[in-house]
C-alpha cells in the first residue's frame, strides 16, 4: 500500500513554470509505476502523463508534450512534475496517481488504485 501527498500548485501567470510533487509512504515507491492526472473545472479528470517504475519510460498527453517533464526519484520515495510554458488551459487540480500491476503508460485513471488529494493549479492570462 501506498499514501500519496502532492504539493506545489499555486497561482502563476501564463508563460510561468511550475514544479510539482508526489510523496509517497511505504517501502516500495519503486514498484509503483506513477501518473500524473488532472481535472479542470466543468471536465472529467485526464491523463497528464506517465512514468515507468525505473524512470526510464514516460509517456505525455499530447496537450503537454515538450512543456512537461514528468521524473521520479525512488530513492526519496517522490514524483515529479515540472511545468513550463503554462497556458490557461492548464489550469486544474492536478492528481498524482500510483499502481503496483498497471501496465506502465496507462492513460486510463481506472487502472491506477491509489490517488493523491490533489493540488490546484491556475494559470492566469
Known amino acids: 500500500q501506498v499514501q500519496l501527498v502532492e504539493s506545489g500548485g499555486g497561482l502563476v501567470q501564463a508563460g510561468d513554470s511550475l514544479s510539482l510533487s508526489c510523496a509517497a509512504s511505504g517501502r516500495t515507491f519503486s514498484s509503483y509505476a506513477m501518473a500524473w492526472f488532472r481535472r479542470a473545472p466543468g471536465k472529467e479528470r485526464e491523463f497528464v502523463g506517465a512514468?515507468?517504475?525505473?524512470?526510464?519510460?514516460?509517456y505525455y498527453a499530447e496537450s503537454v508534450k515538450g512543456r512537461f517533464t514528468i521524473s521520479r526519484d525512488n530513492a526519496k520515495k517522490t514524483l515529479y512534475l515540472q511545468m513550463n510554458s503554462l497556458k490557461p488551459e492548464d489550469t486544474a487540480v492536478y492528481y498524482c496517481?500510483?499502481?503496483?500491476?498497471?501496465?506502465?503508460?496507462?492513460?486510463?485513471?481506472?487502472?491506477?488504485?491509489?490517488w493523491g488529494q490533489g493540488t490546484q493549479v491556475t494559470v492566469s492570462s
Open positions: 496517481a500510483a499502481d503496483n500491476t498497471v501496465v506502465t503508460g496507462s492513460r486510463s485513471d481506472d487502472d491506477y488504485h491509489y
Open positions: 512514468i515507468s517504475r525505473s524512470g526510464r519510460t514516460i
